[in-house]
C-alpha cells in the first residue's frame, strides 16, 4: 500500500513539473516592436492574443490600418507570419525569434528583400 501511495505521488510531481515546464511563455498583450532596415529603424505597434501555442497577431501597418497574422508559440521560440495586399500582390512577412519575459527579439523574412532584426518590448 505505501508503494502505490509513493508511485502515485511520484507521477502527479512528475506531470505537475512537465507541466509547468512545458507552459507556454504567455504574450498576449500589447508590445512595442523595432525593425532595423535599410531605410533606417521604426517602431510598430502589436497586439497578441493567445491560445495555448496558436497566436493571433495584429500589427500597426505602414501609413496607418492593421495588418493581421497568425502564428505559434512553443516554449520561448515564436513565429507569425503577416500577409498584406499592396498594388504589386501580396507581400508575406515571416517574423521569428526568442521570448524573454518582457522582450523579444529575432529575424523577419521578407522574400526577395531579404531578413532584417526585430526587437519587442511589452508595453
Known amino acids: 500500500m505505501k508503494i502505490k501511495i ?3 505521488i511520484i507521477v502527479v510531481l512528475s506531470l505537475l513539473t512537465f507541466g509547468l515546464n512545458g507552459q507556454d511563455t ?3 498583450g500589447d508590445w512595442e516592436l523595432t525593425m532595423q532596415t535599410q531605410r533606417g ?4 505597434n502589436v497586439h497578441f492574443e493567445q491560445d495555448g501555442e496558436s497566436i493571433t497577431v495584429t500589427m500597426e501597418g505602414r501609413g496607418g490600418g492593421e495588418i493581421t497574422g497568425e502564428g505559434t508559440i512553443t516554449g520561448d521560440d515564436i513565429e507569425w507570419t503577416l500577409t498584406r495586399s499592396t498594388p504589386r500582390g501580396e507581400f ?3 517574423y521569428s525569434g526568442l521570448v524573454e519575459g518582457d522582450s523579444m527579439s529575432g529575424t ?3 522574400g526577395r528583400f531579404g ?3 526585430w526587437t519587442a ?3
Not at 529603424?41 to 510598430?44: A, M, N, Q, V, Y
Request: proline share 0%; net charge negative; hydrophobic share 30%.
Open 108 to 110: 523577419v523574412e521578407m
Open 26 to 28: 504567455g504574450v498576449s
Open 6 to 8: 509513493f508511485l502515485s
Open 41 to 44: 529603424e521604426f517602431t510598430r
Open 92 to 94: 508575406t512577412s515571416t
Open 115 to 117: 531578413s532584417v532584426e
Open 121 to 123: 518590448e511589452r508595453k
